[in-house]
């Protein structure tokens, strides 16, 4: 599976749009990008996936570059709640078989939400 | 409710005392896997498991133990723990056919520390 590479850490202010960025220059064609959120220590949430188009949800939106080397998760209105460490992951899907089974994450971006 | 559910949550043991820590999901999920989380490290995958009696290794094996005899748990077994083996423990689990949206469920951690 593909690297990523994320800051180690962003500020946003209460209200305004969290923009996190994420490079991933050796993704692969069928490689997903998903992104995870840690709140303190608690287990990690999935937020949302994408393989080349922009998706949203509830939680956010993802913007995939055209060429597919980098992404940026969109938090429109980040509240406190949304301070966390946020994760970045590239990966061919699970049912892909062979050795899409191993899933590491990196150290992700520490996003904190000022009031 | 859908969840992965680790037990225990907090323990303290001594160097050498074989310890389990259970997971188990009710989503009738077939893959499995166990991460550790260390200060500056991330989350390194240890063991996964992609259905009853197919595990694998994942990143840091060494020192762990797991066993799939039934598709909802997966415990991960220290049979003689080090205090290098202190960390926060999580279990996640997910589906593994083509409708999954490769979400991984994470249980709410084990913080283990070894004396």
């Known amino acids: 599976d593909a690297k990523t590479t994320q800051p180690t850490s962003m500020d946003c202010a209460e209200g305004r749009a969290a923009n996190l960025p994420c490079n991933h220059s050796?993704?692969?064609?069928?490689?997903?990008v998903y992104w995870y959120r840690q709140i303190h220590s608690q287990g990690p949430q999935y937020i949302i996936h994408g393989l080349k188009n922009n998706e949203t949800n509830e939680m956010a939106s993802l913007i995939i570059t055209e060429d597919r080397k980098s992404s940026t998760l969109i938090l429109p209105h980040a509240t406190l709640r949304d301070t966390a460490v946020y994760y970045c992951i590239v990966r061919r899907p699970f049912w892909g078989g062979g050795s899409n089974y191993k899933l590491t994450f990196g150290k992700g971006t520490l996003l904190t939400v000022n009031p | 409710e859908a969840q992965v559910t680790q037990n225990p949550r907090y323990l303290i043991t001594v160097t050498g005392k074989k310890l389990t820590v259970t997971c188990s999901q009710n989503m009738n999920h077939e893959y499995m896997s166990w991460y550790r989380q260390d200060p500056g490290l991330g989350l390194r995958q240890i063991y996964y498991?992609?259905?009853?009696?197919?595990?694998d290794k994942g990143d840091v094996p060494e020192g762990y133990k797991v066993s799939r005899k039934e598709k909802r748990n997966f415990p991960l077994i220290l049979e003689s723990p080090s205090p290098n083996q202190t960390s926060l423990y999580f279990c996640?689990?997910?589906?593994?056919?083509?409708?999954?949206?490769?979400?991984?469920?994470f249980g709410e951690g084990s913080r283990l520390t070894v004396l």
């Open positions: 498991s992609m259905n009853v009696e197919v595990t």
């Open positions: 050796t993704i692969s064609g069928n490689e997903y």
């Open positions: 996640a689990s997910s589906r593994l056919d083509g409708s999954n949206t490769g979400e991984l469920f």
